[in-house]
């Protein structure tokens, strides 16, 4: 079963560095790119890393992305209060021939 | 700047059709592809399909069934129609473009406007 594997939820404190990890296997993330979208609760997602490591116009420097055969991960430094959200990674799938997003981790700044 | 808004009824009852509509603004839609996608309350996002502006459809296998997705380039706005709604059907439904580009010989595709998102709840 094709799948996108994410850790339900995470934490840190202001300035820390976090990473966000997601497993996938060969058919999605090991032949496709990866991206990553950032939902505040109550709206709707924002895309934040497309194409394993690219940020959209807008989108600060802490974050950063990478990928390693069947896993990507989403890296967010200098932690701040408002990077509270759920991130979520996403790829294409080709045996499903259709897109697949990860279960989403929630990430908390204590 | 593209903005997309969809728009639809909030309450549907079980069994029946619900229809979405997203309407865009800012930009042409006989470029890109669209998509929709939906959240159950408390859920992650599950993708439900998409179209290009030519009308060819490209739908999640658990929807194939009784997912429409079209588009209305004469309107700007393409559309979701779902037969046969159950109470698993309520969610949040987002729609979204799909940018595509060959990136050093890989095909990157990535959803960069979103809709507001419409609540759906299906109840009798």
């Known amino acids: 079963q094709s799948v996108l594997t994410q850790s339900p939820s995470t934490s840190g404190t202001p300035g820390q560095r976090v990473a966000i990890s997601c497993s996938g296997s060969?058919?999605?993330?090991?032949?496709?790119?990866v991206n990553w979208y950032q939902q505040v609760p109550g709206t709707a997602p924002k895309l934040l890393i497309y194409?394993?490591?690219q940020r959209p116009s807008g989108v600060p420097d802490r974050f950063s992305g990478s990928k390693s055969g069947t896993s990507a991960s989403l890296a967010i430094s200098g932690l701040r209060s408002e990077d509270e959200a759920d991130y979520y990674c996403?790829?294409?799938?080709?045996?499903?021939?259709?897109?697949?997003f990860g279960g989403g981790t929630k990430l908390t700044v204590l | 700047q593209v903005q997309l808004e969809d728009s639809g009824p909030g309450l549907v009852k079980p069994s029946e059709t619900l229809v979405l509509t997203c309407n865009v603004s800012?930009?042409?839609?006989?470029?890109?592809?669209w998509n929709w996608v939906r959240q159950p309350p408390g859920k992650g996002l599950e993708w439900i399909g998409s179209?290009?502006?030519?009308?060819?459809?490209n739908y999640k296998d658990s929807f194939r069934s009784r997912v429409t997705i079209s588009v209305d380039t004469s309107k700007n706005q393409f559309s979701l129609t779902m037969n046969s709604v159950t109470a698993a059907d309520t969610a949040v439904y987002y729609c979204?473009?799909?940018?595509?580009?060959?990136?050093?010989?890989?095909?990157?595709?990535?959803?960069?406007?979103w809709g507001q998102g419409t609540l759906v709840t299906v109840s009798s």
């Open positions: 194409n394993n490591n």
């Open positions: 996403e790829a294409w799938d080709d045996s499903l021939n259709g897109r697949l």
């Open positions: 179209v290009y502006y030519s009308g060819s459809t």
């Open positions: 979204a473009r799909e940018r595509r580009r060959m990136i050093r010989g890989d095909l990157s595709i990535w959803l960069d406007s």
């Open positions: 800012g930009d042409s839609i006989s470029t890109y592809f």
């Open positions: 060969s058919s999605n993330i090991g032949r496709n790119t």
